[in-house]
């Protein structure tokens, strides 16, 4: 009988671990890519799509490619397109916010090398949950032409 009580003990503990959400899950990411450079450039941007499944806030990121990594945005201001860290981005839940040229995006500084259209480059972000709970994302981020344009593949 003290095994049957356990066993109902260790089957309810489990699926109470099963059913915490997993917060990779907790945030999608659709379609990101990182602007290719030329020589002499040290800087790029990563664009994407992300959507949460609750209120969440993107509020940092980093990449062994960079010295430095931030979350930018960009306004025109009396004609001039200027650039600026920001502290965040505000996903609504189930809202798509688009990271895109012109906008909110992720800004890599001080590159350690070129970055080639086909490259693939290691990316983390963080997001804050509405409870102040931090979590990270990683990816492997698609480098792709200055046009924005994926590479081509050789056949």
């Known amino acids: ?35 290719g450079t030329v020589q002499g450039q040290n800087a790029t941007g990563a664009f994407m799509e992300l959507t949460g499944k609750s209120n969440t806030r993107l509020v940092g990121a980093a990449s062994p490619a960079a010295k430095s990594v931030e979350v930018h945005n960009m306004k025109v201001d009396n004609g ?34 070129p970055l080639k259209a086909g490259d693939k480059v290691p990316l983390k972000l963080t997001f804050e949950t509405a409870n102040k709970k931090r979590e990270t994302l990683d990816l492997n981020v ?11 593949h050789q056949h």
Not at 83 to 104: I, T
Not at 142 to 152: F, I, N, S, T, W
């Open 1 to 35: 009988m003290k095994s049957c009580h356990f066993f109902q003990q260790t089957l309810c503990a489990l699926s109470l671990l099963m059913a915490v959400p997993v917060f990779a899950q907790e945030v999608s990411v659709k379609n990101a890519w990182i602007r």
């Open 142 to 152: 698609e480098v792709r032409d200055l046009k924005g344009q994926p590479a081509q």
């Open 80 to 113: 001039v397109m200027k650039m600026f860290p920001v502290d965040g981005v505000d996903l609504p839940a189930g809202k798509p916010v688009k990271l895109a040229p012109g906008g909110f995006h992720v800004m890599l500084m001080d590159l350690q090398k």
